[in-house]
């Protein structure tokens, strides 16, 4: 008898544990959203429309996908976005309508700019919710309300405990940079306009997590967003003191290194006269998504590239992965991370070969994958299908003289007799001019090997000598 | 004695008037000139485009010759700058008319409003392509605007060059203007042979309307300089990227020189050219296993360049007998 009251209170505690689980462990089901509407949720919505990239992204970050029904023109990331219907805030209510979702989500500069739009949906039934996180703290409740509107609160804990993890392994590296090394930087938002970010926005979070010390920490945010009106005078005023330039590049700021050069005045700046001006895509600093993780660690690498480039454990292997590769050539050269295109820009080339956040054998939520598709970007890889990367498999050796011929300017290389490399070896180029300029030497009966893999040690010493030998200048 | 004094007068009269019905002649006559482009924001790229008014100038001093940049954006890049104290300290090359520079439309109604009334306009574009025929349009708006009093018609004549490869008609045989061109670019064709390398060029073509001056550009530098590779193809339609690419690798080329057959190296040669992404020029020339060494520098910066679109500038003024 005491064991049957016992198993039947041990699923009535299960079952209780369970469903408050479900609700968020017990966290209300309710929040206010930026509009000031107070938003119950009592099912999850299944019929989704999101009108803003972050929103989308994090929707599938949360791992829905059927649910989300529809989504604002230039979306691209993940590439599942672009086969959703696509609706703007210009449309016809009707057409919202038509589409029957139970949710639209928006952000603030629509909820007052489309007042007209969003009345008529409510008026149509459907629950229209404003989200804009402003700072970081403000980022982890927007996840969570995510996660409240589509019964995803677990994943969205997840996401918080995935960013989280992210940051203390960057702030584990930012610690041990000594206070008088920190870098100070000027952070541009708008060029034209000479702006800033507001120091409590998520673009100075990320600056100040990857140790940087943002020199315009006195600028005002104009209102309710994260942009700070400064001024060519105030930046000036810094001149001497900024280390690095930073500039987001997006729609609204078309940054360019050439034009903060050719600025009136900013040769005064620092930065500016040690060639110190970087570029770094707004997606990836200004979004509150899993990604801005990738903007950290980007400008980390901005700001101490001898820190945030370590390849010492890959320098350990004895077989390179073809990830590893990429991770270590990306790292060695400090190439700048790619990021995915806008929608309008990837449909102007219909022929593309591969969309990033494609891979099928890629984890997009690991830590491999911004190095691989980097590295794919740069047409170091000959050999990559529209959905395979084959992360795991060795580099082979005839992939790496492909890639350094791809990467490298050399100079003109003397023909040298390879046994088992021929004329109609479809590399023979390319393994030519590496081994004809010494950078991979054969072996003692002259042969190359390329089908053989490469040890993190050989592989580092390569890519050193082949920079060496370049002219090119990263 | 009385007499001679009154002939004096009369004379003297006379001569006067002569004197200012010839000024007013020479006023009615007033011309200009404009280059009208693209444009480009960098003080650095605008030599190309300076450098070629200043040949222009020279060739005809007593005429003015004013720039017009197509792009909307360009302009208000400059226009931004009027008041940048600082940029204006450092680029003191950089005039006031660029810095205020508008688009050919206004420019020329700008000239027509201070007189100007015999205009030639002279584009320094490449090919006759939708910038041109755009160019073209207007010039031709502009001079079917009558009047009921012929002498108040706004344009006595507004006339336009054609372009660096020529155009259609048999005035001007566009593959002769295809040789005079093929001929002014010696030089690239010398530093590719010096390299060993065939020469590639990429010009910025169009989707909209055929391109085939370009193949035919190709054909006639292969002509006259048979020992070395040339290419060319466009950023937009045809001749593509993998066609030349399909060229060079039936063809067993090794290395390349590879230059924008552009006026101005701005973001074209700079990205689509020499840009480190898969899919620049560069690097899908690389792909194969091709060497390729990168000019990045505007036809515009030769002054042999200059000298063609001078010669058209002649050619078309001469046709209309205005005098420059």
Redesign the interface.
Same mark, same amino acid.
């Given at each position: 008898m005491r064991k049957k009251i016992f198993a039947v209170l041990v699923v009535i505690i299960s079952v209780l544990a369970a469903a408050s689980v479900a609700s968020g462990k017990g966290e209300s089901n309710s929040f206010t959203d930026e509009s000031g509407s107070r938003i119950t949720v009592k099912e999850p919505f299944m019929r989704i429309i999101s009108l803003y990239g972050a929103h989308t992204e994090n929707l599938f970050s949360l791992g829905l996908d059927r649910e989300i029904t529809g989504v604002s023109e230039n979306e691209a990331y993940p590439p599942q976005a672009m086969t959703k219907p696509i609706f703007s805030y210009h449309d016809d209510a009707e057409k919202f309508i038509a589409a029957r979702p139970d949710l639209v989500l928006i952000r603030p500069m629509i909820a007052q700019g489309y007042k007209n739009l969003t009345a008529k949906l409510q008026k149509a039934g459907i629950t229209v919710v404003s989200l804009q996180p402003n700072t970081m703290e403000e980022v982890y409740s927007y996840w969570k309300n995510l996660g409240r509107l589509t019964g995803r609160e677990i994943q969205a804990q997840k996401m918080i405990g995935q960013f989280q993890a992210g940051i203390r392994e960057i702030n584990s590296l930012v610690k041990a940079i000594p206070l008088s090394e920190r870098k100070k930087v000027y952070f541009e938002a708008i060029h #034209?306009k000479m702006k800033t970010f507001s120091p409590s926005s998520i673009a100075i979070f990320a600056l100040k997590s990857a140790g940087g010390i943002n020199v315009a920490a006195d600028a005002k945010a104009v209102r309710g967003t994260n942009i700070a009106a400064y001024g060519?005078e105030r930046i000036l005023s810094h001149a001497k003191e900024i280390d690095v330039y930073l500039a987001q590049r997006g729609v609204m700021n078309r940054a360019k290194v +050439? +034009?903060i050069m !050719? !600025? $009136?005045?900013? +040769?005064a700046i620092k930065a500016v006269r040690e060639g110190k001006i970087y570029i770094i895509d707004e997606k990836i600093v200004s979004r509150p998504t899993l990604r801005l993780l990738d903007g950290i660690y980007e400008t980390g690498r901005i700001l101490y590239p001898e820190r945030f480039n370590d390849v010492t454990p890959l320098k350990e292997k004895s077989i390179i992965t073809r990830a590893e590769f990429a991770e270590m050539f990306i790292k060695i050269m400090n190439i700048p991370l790619k990021t995915p295109d806008y929608r309008h820009d990837i449909l102007k /080339?219909p022929d593309? /070969?591969h969309k990033y956040g494609d891979f099928k054998d890629v984890d997009y939520a690991g830590n491999e994958y911004k190095f691989i598709e980097t590295a @794919? #970007? +740069? $047409?170091l890889f000959?050999d990559i299908g529209k959905y395979e990367f084959h992360p795991d498999m060795p580099a082979k050796r005839g992939d790496m003289a492909?890639s350094l =011929? @791809?990467y490298f *300017? =050399?100079p *003109?290389a003397k023909s040298v007799a390879i046994k088992d490399v021929h004329e109609s070896h479809p590399? =023979?180029?390319?393994i030519q001019?590496v081994a004809g300029l010494n950078i991979v030497k054969l072996n003692k009966d002259g042969e190359f090997l390329p089908d053989n893999p490469v040890s993190g040690k050989e592989l580092f010493q390569i890519i050193s000598k082949a920079k060496e030998l370049s002219y090119k200048e990263e | 004695m009385k007499k001679l004094g009154l002939i004096f007068a009369v004379i003297a009269m006379s001569l006067t008037l002569v004197v200012s019905s010839f000024a007013m002649e020479a006023q009615k006559e007033k011309k200009a000139i404009v280059l009208a482009q693209f444009g480009t924001s960098y003080p650095s790229a605008m030599a190309a485009i300076t450098g070629i008014q200043k040949q222009v100038q020279d060739a005809f001093p007593g005429v003015k010759v004013k720039l017009a940049f197509t792009s909307y954006i360009i302009r208000n890049i400059w226009h931004a700058r009027q008041n940048d104290e600082k940029f204006l300290k450092e680029n003191k090359n950089i005039s006031e008319e660029i810095l205020y520079v508008k688009g050919p439309l206004a420019t020329i109604t700008g000239l027509q409003d201070e007189g100007y009334t015999t205009i030639i306009v002279q584009p320094t574009h490449v090919f006759e392509g939708e910038e041109y025929l755009d160019l073209k349009s207007c010039v031709e708006g502009l001079d079917s605007i009558a009047a009921v009093r012929t002498k108040h018609k706004p344009f006595k004549k507004i006339v336009l060059g054609r372009p660096l490869l020529g155009k259609k008609g048999d005035e001007y045989p566009y593959y002769k203007d295809l040789e005079v061109a093929a001929k002014a670019l010696k030089a690239d064709v010398e530093l590719a042979r010096k390299n060993k390398a065939a020469l590639v060029y990429m010009g910025h073509g169009n989707e909209v309307l055929s391109t085939g001056a370009y193949i035919e550009f190709q054909e006639t530098l292969r002509k006259m300089y048979p020992e070395t590779p040339a290419y060319v193809g466009v950023v937009e339609g045809f001749p593509s990227l993998d066609y030349v690419v399909a060229g060079l690798v039936k063809d067993g080329i090794r290395n390349v020189v590879l230059k924008p057959l552009m006026i101005v190296a701005g973001d074209h040669a700079n990205n689509d050219m020499a840009g480190d992404e898969d899919d620049s020029w560069k690097t899908t020339i690389k792909s194969k296993g091709i060497k390729v060494v990168t000019v990045i520098h505007g036809l515009g910066e030769s002054s042999e360049i200059g000298k063609i679109f001078i010669q058209h500038l002649k050619d078309v003024a001469r046709d209309n007998q205005i005098g420059l």
């Open positions: #034209s060519k +050439r +034009r !050719e !600025e $009136g005045g900013f +040769r /080339k593309i /070969k @794919v #970007s +740069r $047409g000959d492909y =011929f @791809v *300017d =050399f *003109d590399l =023979f180029n390319q001019t | -």
